[in-house]
């Protein structure tokens, strides 16, 4: 059983991104957005988002709608949506995110956004396929 006392877990966690667990159909991961940080503005053609905010504040971006989150919000990215999340608040913006199907490697761990930004850019950061 994989258990996760998920706002914990999110708010310790330093890395901008960090992959917690990987299912065949869903992924779970832990993000922190620095101050005057972002995700990047991206579109998955084939994965639907979940993302629900732990703490800070920010703007989400969706399909050229603009809106502010902050703890306790839920936002939905469905497949081939133009989005991108703007820490707008002096404090790290920390989420957790379900992905279907997977996005990222399997334990992926990136410490920075251009880390996470490389990895990608180099195909190391493929999801699990089967």
Do not use: C
């Not at 006392?5 to 832990?30: C, M, N, Y």
């Not at 497949?79 to 957790?96: I, K, M």
């Amino acid at each position: 059983m994989e258990h996760f006392t998920i706002a914990t877990v999110a708010e310790e966690s330093p890395d901008f991104r960090r992959v917690l667990w990987t299912g065949k159909h869903t992924q779970l991961v832990i993000m922190t957005i620095p101050p005057d940080g972002e995700i990047g503005e991206e579109v998955h053609e084939e994965v639907d988002q979940i993302l629900t905010f732990v703490s800070g504040t920010g703007e989400a971006r969706i399909a050229g709608e603009r809106r502010k989150v902050t703890q306790g919000d839920l936002v939905v990215v469905p497949a081939g949506t133009r989005h991108n999340f703007v820490n707008t608040g002096p404090n790290p913006l920390v989420l957790y995110t379900i992905y279907g199907p997977p996005e990222h490697a399997d334990q992926a761990v990136h410490r920075t956004k251009e880390q996470a930004d490389a990895l990608e850019e180099a195909g190391k950061d493929e999801p699990p396929t089967g």
